[in-house]
């Protein structure tokens, strides 16, 4: 490539869809070894849908729908939109859930109709100290396909798992194979669990898996691999990812998340197609050759 200034990298990054924040990002970026992506909305869509429930034995498919869709009305959370539309494309009729609760990196907490809901994932049974009796293999069996499976838990007892998909982006495995050819190490970081995690990353040839991560785990993850001496960049949509999208050397965000992950990162992939990221590792490079 030729050499150019942080002014043409910068007009020819925003034609390829990379916003790209200052020279300073591009400068870091050049150095970077290690890239870290978020799973859901960075290698995958994003748009997880609802694909089973499956209730423990006495217990109404429905119902259980009926009680984890009314209690995620009140999330935000991608897994919630899942859970409200698979719901509503059924024709349930939701309650409205009281003292609603997020819990971070585990799922939500409420009564509904007088009783006390939980809906997450294997940490919040663990907190309450509920056992996923009969389920717990169906639940690997789909984490083996790459699903998020969340429990139903109502009072103690487990009621049932809702399961949702999450497609990786088209764009996706091209652009990990280009990036895995720049030399860069992919690790993947997700607050899903460690099966579901594997299942996606072995069709992308993702180099590590940290699984199960709580969201400030995330920036702590950079600063242990920066304090290794590696130059880190991470890719990520979510609110939660702000934090690690401002520790690392150069943040991405999907330009499809939050505004908090966007005003966090050093450069924006407009429409989330990951191979910007290719494209900027390209035009880092050019750039400071010129400059050096
Ligand atoms: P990530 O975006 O990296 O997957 P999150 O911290 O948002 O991580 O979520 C981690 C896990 O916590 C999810 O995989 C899910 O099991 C559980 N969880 C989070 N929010 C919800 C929610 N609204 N409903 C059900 N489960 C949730
Ligand atoms: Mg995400």
């Avoid at 069996?141 to 809702?162: K, N, P, Y």
């Avoid at 401002?246 to 499809?256: E, H, K, L, N, S």
Wanted: hydrophobic letters at 45%; proline letters at 3%.
């Amino acid at each position: 490539a030729t050499p150019m200034s942080i002014m043409t990298a910068t007009g020819r990054g925003a034609q390829a869809g990379v916003l790209i924040k200052n020279a300073e990002a591009l400068e870091r970026f050049a150095k970077v070894d290690t890239l870290i992506v978020d799973k859901t909305g960075t290698l995958t869509v994003g748009k997880p849908k609802l694909v089973a429930v499956l209730p423990e034995s006495g217990d109404d498919e429905d119902e259980v729908l009926r009680l984890a869709a009314s209690l995620e009305r009140g999330s935000e959370h991608p897994l919630a939109e899942a859970i409200v539309t698979g719901a509503e494309e059924r024709g349930i009729s939701l309650a409205k859930a009281e003292e609603f609760e997020a819990v971070t990196g585990k799922g939500v907490k409420g009564v509904v109709d007088g009783k006390p809901v939980a809906l997450g994932n294997a940490k919040l049974l663990a907190d309450g100290g509920v056992d996923g009796g009969g389920l717990s293999e169906s639940a690997n069996a789909r984490r083996d396909e790459g699903e998020t499976v969340m429990f139903v838990i109502v009072g103690s007892e487990i009621a049932g798992l809702v399961s949702v998909a999450d497609p990786v982006k088209e764009t996706t495995p091209a652009a990990l194979k280009a990036l895995h050819e720049q030399g860069f190490r992919i690790v993947m970081a997700t607050g899903d669990n460690a099966r579901t995690a594997k299942a996606v990353a072995a069709r992308l040839g993702i180099d590590e898996i940290r699984a199960d991560v709580l969201p400030e785990d995330k920036a702590r993850i950079i600063e242990e691999m920066q304090a290794e001496g590696r130059k880190v960049a991470m890719a990520g949509d979510g609110v939660n990812d702000a934090p690690a999208l401002a520790q690392a050397d150069v943040g991405i965000a999907m330009g499809t998340g939050a505004d908090v992950a966007i005003e966090s990162a050093g450069f924006t992939l407009v429409k989330g197609d990951l191979s910007g990221i290719v494209r900027a590792r390209r035009l880092a490079r050019a750039t400071m050759r010129n400059i050096k």
